[in-house]
């Protein structure tokens, strides 16, 4: 993809050194900072990559994990936990397929008040091509190597853990 933003330096690194002039050397500022441009260039990548499906990054996990469900279908709330977003985000994604047709609304039979969101003929189709399309560009992370993908997975679980999205050592458990 090359270099957009084309500057002579890393701007980042200018805000590191300027940072450890006012405050005092700080390390974690330059990670954060690193983190967050990174995710932007990433959900530009996969954002792109997934444009020609109609679909977000967002909209493709909900549809993965559709997928991942023995029965296709999962309730809105059961999204929601295990995609980590507020219940808002998850009505609002499954408004925009449900639209596109890629996912259809049922009532949750073991519910009687719950919603249940079921991927469709066409979502799953959607799904296998985004997919194809997402593991030949390796998620925008091609610059690393498969060793390097493994220890920057482990780094980012620290921190997640750190901050009680599960119990340390738990396994991935079920859809």
């Keep these: 993809m090359g270099n957009p933003l084309n500057l002579p330096f890393d701007p980042i690194e200018r805000a590191h050194e300027n940072w450890a002039h006012r405050w005092g050397p700080s390390p974690a500022m330059a990670a954060v900072t690193s983190i967050m441009r990174a995710q932007q260039i990433l959900i530009g990548q996969l954002d792109a990559t997934l444009k020609p499906y109609g679909l977000t990054f967002a909209r493709y996990e909900a549809l993965v994990l559709l997928t991942f469900s023995s029965t296709g279908a999962l309730p809105l709330g059961k999204i929601g936990e295990r995609l980590m977003v507020h ?7 499954i408004d925009r397929l449900e639209r596109q047709g890629f996912v ?24 296998e091509h985004a997919t194809r399309d997402l593991l030949a560009m390796d998620f925008g992370l091609d610059c690393y190597s498969a060793e390097e993908l493994q220890e920057l997975h482990v780094a980012l679980r620290k921190l997640r853990v750190g901050f009680g999205d599960f119990p340390d050592g738990a396994g991935s458990g079920a859809v």
């Design 87 to 93: 219940p808002t985000s998850v009505t609002n994604t």
């Design 104 to 127: 259809r609304r049922r009532p949750n039979p073991s519910d009687g008040r719950g919603t249940l969101a079921e991927i469709t003929d066409e979502g799953r189709e959607v799904v």
